[in-house]
């Protein structure tokens, strides 16, 4: 019986130490607060927002388009979550953020930060090239439970400027490159651009992100992410949002979410998310 009890007690242990832990990461365009969405207004929107996230059991998700009081009522719905990030009009409070939410009783923060898509990114409320709007990335070091470290960056690109776009591309991965040291990396983003187009292509070509999607064995839900809340035909409907992986992880689920909840809308963007494991 002893004998027993230690084989049983090894197989356990040998199992435990055998499985690498698994993330269950999101992007998320959650629709700016405008007065002029009636019925899709935030107020109507934010606890089924906020349901979303619990109900897949988010580990880390980054947002685009929040406004503070966004930033502040899903601080208020989503207790267990931090989050990190700053306005991209002042540095503060002003503007949109593309805050990154994740889990307090699982991750500690070692270092974290924003930064600007422009040609002075360290200016807050610098406008970058050709781009209609200001933009930002913010980032996060994370450390697991398990004493794993990864980089999480969040970012929205502009909806107007191509070359915009592209350089954001570039500062994106140049900054990468630099925050990184030896950890693996998720990105994750409105990049307002299609599958095909050239700033996805540019985000992948040094080999060092994944487009999880492409990677993923299991892929669930439409091809599209963008819907304007149910207004554009659905083959008029892209798939803007997405999340790439480095190496150090492997992805196992890459699911685009309904972007209806209870009968109502979340937001104009349907939730992308991943489930991702630390490679061992």
Known sequence: MKRLFHLFAAAVAFTA???APTL??????MRYDNP????????????RAAEVIVSHDIDVFGTQELLVNQLNDLKELLPGY???GVGREDGAEAGEFSAVFFKRDRFTPLESGTFWLSETPEVAGSRGWDGACERVATWVVLRDKSGREFLFINTHLDHVG???RDEGVSLLTKRIGSLRGERPVILTGDFNSEPGSSVVAHVQKDGVLRDVKAVAPLKLGTAWSFSDFGQLPE?????????????GFDAD????????????????HAPVMAVVEFAR
């Open 235 to 247: 083959a008029e409907r892209p798939l803007l949002d997405y999340i790439f992986v480095s190496g």
């Open 82 to 84: 931090a989050a990190v």
């Open 24 to 29: 269950n990461v999101m992007t998320f365009n």
């Open 162 to 164: 191509q070359v915009a």
């Open 36 to 47: 002029e969405d009636g019925e899709n207004n935030w107020r109507f929107r934010r606890e």
């Open 17 to 19: 130490c055998g499985s």
């Open 253 to 268: 689920r890459y699911e685009v979410l309904p972007d209806t909840l209870g009968g109502g809308y979340i937001s104009d």
